[in-house]
């Protein structure tokens, strides 16, 4: 029972994440990039805190500087994820963010030397096939904000690898609180460093703010560590990566945004992609298995 609850858990983090790039893009409509970003890190971790906070109390100068480098790759994922949406569409920014999957596996080689199997080079070469479908230009070229969504996955990846590595160590909560305090602090001297101080804000502005921080940080990210206690990496993955499926459906739905043939052929391979990458442990064992 623990594991279906769990995998609901996931499944709604996963349409969550999807309906963030259509909040976050009309959050755009009223607020700046940097803006949006500060205000979503300062009321998650508000509640987090509120929540959580007698976590800190027996907080590690280990869980501190962990919680730190997560906070600083999490402002810098989300900085390239939320500039990048401000030009290009909502849906091409989910599938090229959800290409942090096949970069994971690269970035394990480099630090471990881990030997890089078929699967993850097949799904790697699936992956370019359809970025380029859903990104380049008739010139083939590839506009700002589909370059910043591609970097962004790189940053989202190397959130996951540190995240992996450090919660074997350390308590999940804890690093989670420090590493979103750490990014609202970020976002808070980006903005008072540009003077982008808002005095007026719209309520769609506020709504956007306020659904960002609560559920698309504070609940997907909770829901998240809760569920990977009961369910097993390979399938969490999966499961996740639906988010770009589901910002694709969700921005055509409330956006009205157009898609193209080739966009939709090119996010079809970015997901098949996925899949192939994360669902490649099943099968060796299946073969050992029957043989």
């Given at each position: 029972?623990?594991?279906?609850?769990?995998?609901?858990?996931?499944?709604?983090?996963?349409?969550?994440?999807?309906?963030?790039?259509?909040?976050?893009?009309?959050?755009?409509?009223?607020?700046?990039?940097?803006?949006?970003?500060?205000?979503?890190?300062?009321?998650?971790?508000?509640?987090?805190?509120?929540?959580f906070g007698y976590?800190?109390?027996?907080?590690?100068?280990?869980?501190?500087?962990?919680?730190?480098?997560?906070?600083?790759?999490?402002?810098?994922?989300?900085?390239?994820?939320?500039?990048?949406?401000?030009?290009?569409?909502?849906?091409?920014?989910?599938?090229?963010?959800?290409?942090?999957?096949?970069?994971?596996?690269?970035?394990?080689?480099?630090?471990?030397?881990?030997?890089?199997?078929?699967?993850?080079?097949?799904?790697?070469?699936?992956?370019?096939?359809?970025?380029?479908?859903?990104?380049?230009?008739?010139?083939?070229?590839?506009?700002?904000?589909?370059?910043?969504?591609?970097?962004?996955?790189?940053?989202?990846?190397?959130?996951?690898?540190?995240?992996?590595?450090?919660?074997?160590?350390?308590?999940?909560?804890?690093?989670?609180?420090?590493?979103?305090?750490?990014?609202?602090?970020?976002?808070?001297?980006?903005?008072?460093?540009?003077?982008?101080?808002?005095?007026?804000?719209?309520?769609?502005?506020?709504?956007?703010?306020?659904?960002?921080?609560?559920?698309?940080?504070?609940?997907?990210?909770?829901?998240?560590?809760?569920?990977?206690?009961?369910?097993?990496?390979?399938?969490?993955?999966?499961?996740?990566?639906?988010?770009?499926?589901?910002?694709?459906?969700?921005?055509?739905?409330?956006?009205?945004?157009?898609?193209?043939?080739?966009?939709?052929?090119?996010a079809v391979l970015?997901?098949?992609?996925?899949?192939?990458?994360?669902?490649?442990?099943?099968?060796?064992?299946?073969?050992?298995?029957?043989?």
């Amino acid at each position: 029972m623990k594991q279906y609850i769990a995998d609901g858990m996931l499944l709604t983090t996963a349409i969550v994440w999807g309906s963030g790039f259509v909040v976050t893009a009309i959050a755009l409509e009223y607020l700046t990039a940097y803006q949006v970003m500060a205000g979503r890190f300062i009321l998650a971790s508000i509640i987090l805190t509120v929540i959580f906070g007698y976590k800190l109390k027996k907080a590690t100068k280990s869980v501190v500087w962990k919680g730190v480098l997560l906070g600083t790759i999490l402002y810098i994922a989300f900085a390239l994820q939320t500039v990048g949406l401000q030009y290009t569409t909502p849906s091409k920014n989910a599938f090229l963010t959800a290409v942090n999957v096949i970069v994971v596996p690269l970035i394990a080689y480099a630090v471990y030397k881990r030997r890089i199997d078929g699967y993850e080079i097949i799904g790697s070469i699936i992956a370019l096939v359809g970025i380029g479908c859903l990104s380049l230009q008739g010139s083939l070229t590839m506009n700002i904000g589909d370059a910043l969504s591609l970097a962004c996955a790189v940053a989202f990846a190397f959130d996951i690898f540190c995240t992996n590595l450090f919660v074997q160590k350390e308590d999940a909560i804890a690093l989670t609180i420090v590493q979103f305090i750490t990014a609202s602090v970020l976002g808070i001297l980006v903005v008072v460093s540009q003077g982008d101080i808002p005095t007026n804000l719209e309520k769609e502005a506020i709504y956007s703010i306020i659904y960002l921080g609560i559920f698309s940080t504070t609940i997907a990210y909770l829901f998240q560590n809760v569920a990977n206690q009961y369910t097993t990496a390979t399938k969490a993955a999966i499961i996740l990566s639906t988010e770009s499926f589901f910002g694709m459906v969700l921005s055509v739905i409330f956006l009205h945004e157009v898609l193209t043939g080739r966009m939709v052929i090119g996010a079809v391979l970015i997901l098949l992609a996925i899949l192939i990458a994360e669902v490649k442990p099943a099968y060796p064992k299946k073969r050992m298995m029957n043989n």
